[in-house]
């Protein structure tokens, strides 16, 4: 791993709990998150303190999120991607397919949308024929295509709110919001793309490739404060941009994804300048995200 990569990898949490916040407090907190120092995030339910939580990159967009006993993999795994970005490597495509440690026991798959560099249907689908527990949660085409693949209805769930809003579900305890996301304008635009929002030891966002500007995110604000933002690396390429995502997204931690691997270097070099924000860090290298027990750090 680039040694610049390494300075995030332990986070904090939490002095405010986050379970099923009523909308007062949803406020209250973004208010807060926007004043937090940078080593503090909030934790919200589903793991204690000695239980995992932690994020690891797959390639390109692809994450795994663990969380206490619920592990959650988001837009992974795929197959042939699009240069430049990356692909899995050959043995970890073959663990994602056939759910080998540590992707054995998912909870669920969860797609933004059904570019090559996000999705295939057929590497999906022999996932969840090897992990008979986990669920697909996305749009109803990528479902569809999933369905096409001969995944069983049991493990699908589409969820595909109108543009602008979201819809949620829970799995495994831990909820998971869909919120419907306009993608940034590209050859062969999907007419549906999702962005997720999990609660889970602490509030994750994906946001896919949806297109970075304030109006399509209109939705977050009635869904709790963000821990930790996974972004497209352009989000914050620039004053203005990192502007939007601050006051349209603000989360209180930001790992940059969806990085061509040349540019790696490059762009973790780059975000050192960025308060708050960092590469996610090669695959196999998990990120901790510690809640505590105290309120305190440590
Ligand atoms: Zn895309």
Not at 43 to 72: D, I, P, Y
Not at 250 to 257: D, K
Not at 276 to 288: C, G, I, N, Q
């Amino acid at each position: 791993m680039d040694p610049s990569e390494t300075g995030l990898l332990d986070m904090c949490s939490s002095m405010l709990p986050a379970c099923s916040p009523s909308s007062a407090d949803v406020r209250v907190k973004r208010a807060f998150h926007r004043m937090l120092p940078v080593a503090f995030a909030f934790a919200a339910c589903g793991a204690t303190a000695n239980e995992r939580c932690e994020l690891s990159k797959v390639a390109n967009a692809g994450v795994l999120f663990q969380s206490g006993q619920h592990a959650f993999l988001l837009d992974a795994p795929f197959r042939d991607g699009v240069a430049p970005y990356e692909t899995p490597e050959p043995e970890q495509r073959q663990r994602l397919e056939t759910a080998q440690p540590p992707y054995r026991g998912l909870s669920a798959i969860l797609i933004t949308h059904w570019h090559d560099d996000h999705f295939d249907a057929q590497a999906v689908t022999a996932h969840l024929r090897h992990d008979p527990a986990a669920m697909l949660v996305s749009s109803e085409e990528v479902v569809a295509q999933v369905r096409a693949a001969g995944a069983e209805d049991r493990q699908l769930l589409a969820l595909t709110p109108p543009q602008g809003e979201s819809v949620s579900t829970v799995i495994g305890g831990v909820r998971v919001h869909a919120i419907r996301l306009r993608h940034n304008p590209a050859r062969r635009t999907p007419e549906q793309h999702l962005g997720f929002l999990v609660e889970g030891c602490q509030v994750i966002f994906h946001a896919g490739d949806a297109n970075p500007d304030a109006s399509n995110f209109s939705a977050l604000r009635g869904l709790s404060p963000i821990d930790v933002a996974l972004l497209p690396y352009w989000y914050l390429d620039g004053a203005a941009n990192r502007d939007f995502v601050a006051e349209a997204i603000a989360p209180a931690r930001i790992f940059a994804v969806h990085v061509p691997q040349a540019e790696r270097a490059g762009v973790a070099q780059a975000l050192r300048s960025v308060p708050r924000a960092a590469l996610l860090p090669a695959s196999r290298a998990a990120v901790k995200l510690r809640p505590y027990s105290d309120g305190a750090p440590r």
